[in-house]
């Protein structure tokens, strides 16, 4: 697979540099000019791992042999992803069913499996910012891996305990590092570290974010899970939800598309910070300041994947009637939650953005899927307050509540974040 950077078109790299190297000369995501068509017919009859395969093999099998690449699929994807019914002709892909119970499970384990493929240095370096979700995965992804080393910044008390627990408890190859400071202050730590040369060779540093194209390959796989689940008379009437924010997985779908994934538009579900809605249906971008909301992985107003989708549009590889866009208020949130409750469906509030979304957007004749994103425990509080009823802790989760968390404290300053990461030299 050949990617060019979006922003300084000479930059044209493999996908194994491209995953080692994250983002590209004046931050340019890289992205292919076009992607292999798929027998898909064919594809929707096998199991999930030996699809998986297949669409992996047409995408990075000009530099990983077929061995190679089937092994990163079994290690990576240990964990299934069902289509639930919620009722007649919706249902719920359920991408929760990972060891840190959010699908970021799927991008950021492929990842890691990668990145040993593509690190040929004696030692990496993951520095990588979290305000809940990312860590985890990551850190779960990265956890015991040979030649790795993870460092996650979070900020103290800006995440919630469970979630906290979810990464700090683990020890080993993983350091995490809590923060005096908010969110914004750890990404800008981060920027940091990888503007410090000295830093960056003496530890090999990589990021590990929703930027690196291998997190977006492995997230095509689980659209083409949930069109096979579907009724085969149904495809052509498949319509998507995602609920969006940094809009990767948005652009897997897309790309799923374009691979001649048969399905009739996706749409783009945001809370109300609405950058991309107000973009496509009123035609002008404008970010504005980032708002809390209940859906908060999805608390972003300058979405870092969009260059990617608006490429695909320039290409002419998707159009633009394949995408609607909706934002959906923190009222309709817990209304959506409750109709989904009141359907037999306990879910939690990024699904329930997609749900609403959905219901607004579907005509009668057609198949809604939202993606379900989190598993509802991992936002046990403001499950329980809107929906009045106790949800049980899978036993992952309960078993890490108990340990106890192992993170050092770090004043949200350079030059101790500094000191700290090349004592790990
Ligand atoms: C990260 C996340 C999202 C947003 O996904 P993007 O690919 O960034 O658009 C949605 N829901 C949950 C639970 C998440 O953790």
């Known amino acids: 697979m050949r990617l060019t950077n979006l922003k300084v078109a000479e930059q044209s790299v493999s996908f194994l540099q491209a995953v080692q190297i994250g983002l590209g000369k004046q931050q340019g995501l890289f992205f292919p000019q076009s992607f292999p068509q798929l027998p898909v017919d064919n594809l929707l009859a096998m199991p999930f ?3 998986s395969q297949r669409i992996m093999q047409a995408l990075i099998g000009d530099e990983l042999s077929d061995a190679v690449i089937g092994k990163l699929v079994e290690q990576a994807f240990t964990f299934a992803a069902p289509l639930q019914s919620v009722k007649n002709n919706l249902y719920c892909l359920e991408l929760f069913h990972g060891p840190t119970l959010a699908f970021k499970d799927f991008g950021a384990r492929f990842m890691a499996q990668a990145i040993q493929q593509a690190r040929e240095l004696e030692k990496t370096t993951i520095v990588t910012a979290t305000s809940g979700d990312t860590g985890a995965a990551v850190a779960d992804a990265f956890y015991k891996q040979p030649g790795i080393q993870v460092v996650v910044l979070y900020p103290e008390g800006k995440v919630s305990a469970l979630q906290e627990k979810q990464f700090s408890t683990l020890g080993d190859n993983i350091l995490t590092l809590a923060v005096d400071g908010d969110f914004d202050q750890c990404q800008s730590l981060v920027k940091q570290v990888f503007d410090d040369q000295e830093v960056v060779s003496a530890l090999h540093v990589n990021s590990a974010n929703s ?7 492995a997230q095509v796989c689980y659209y083409f899970e949930a069109v096979a689940q579907c009724p085969p008379d149904s495809r052509e009437q498949i319509v998507f939800s995602v ?14 598309k374009a691979m001649g994934l048969p399905f ?12 991309v809605p107000r973009y496509w249906n009123e035609g002008y971008w404008q970010g504005k300041p980032t708002q809390a909301t209940l859906s908060n992985a999805m608390d972003i107003s ?3 994947n969009w260059p990617r989708i608006e490429a695909m549009l320039t290409r002419g590889l998707i159009a633009r009637s394949d995408i609607h866009a909706y934002s959906v208020t923190e009222a309709d949130t817990e209304t959506a939650l409750r109709a989904l409750d009141k359907l037999g ?12 979304a959905l219901e607004r957007d579907l005509a009668d004749n057609e198949v809604g899927v939202f993606l379900g994103t989190a598993h509802p425990a991992k936002f046990k509080q ?11 802790l899978p036993g ?4 890490c509540q108990k340990k106890d968390s192992l993170s050092e404290r770090i004043p949200a300053d350079y030059q101790q974040l500094r000191k700290r990461l090349l004592q790990l030299r």
């Open 211 to 217: 930027i690196n194209i291998s997190r977006l390959l």
């Open 243 to 256: 609920p969006s924010g940094n809009f990767g997985n948005l652009c897997a779908g897309l790309i799923a």
């Open 396 to 399: 992952v989760l309960a078993a």
């Open 345 to 356: 469906y306990v879910s939690e509030p990024h699904a329930a953005v997609a749900y609403s």
């Open 302 to 304: 300058e979405p870092n």
């Open 49 to 51: 791992q030996q699809r």
């Open 382 to 392: 403001s499950v329980e307050e809107i929906l009045g009823k106790t949800i049980e």
């Open 264 to 275: 009739k538009r996706i749409i783009a579900a945001t809370n109300s910070n609405d950058t």
